[in-house]
């Protein structure tokens, strides 16, 4: 696969909140699967989800690298060069 510099240099922070999307848990919406920010930890929900939060978290904070939080998956998304690793 194909990498990045941010692909590269991507952290490993604790999940934020471990149990689902932060922002759909706060309003009591639902998830299809899970993506990890792995510059603060943020927890948000994929684009196939209704509020698309691990999306609107990149575009809100710039934080360009996602990894699937979902069990047996470790795929890393580059939101900035749209890589996949």
């Known amino acids: 696969m194909a990498s990045c510099e941010h692909l590269e240099a991507a952290g490993s922070p604790a999940a934020v909140t471990p149990q689902g999307c932060e922002e759909c848990l706060a309003t009591g919406t639902h998830w299809v699967h899970l993506r990890k920010c792995l510059d603060c930890g943020h927890i948000g929900c994929c684009d ?32 900035l060069d749209n890589l996949m690793a």
């Not at 989800?49 to 360009?64: C, E, I, L, V, Y």
């Open 48 to 79: 196939s989800s209704p509020g698309r939060h691990a999306t609107a978290h990149f575009r809100d904070t710039g934080h360009p690298v996602i990894v699937s939080f979902q069990p047996g998956e470790s795929w890393r998304w580059c939101y």
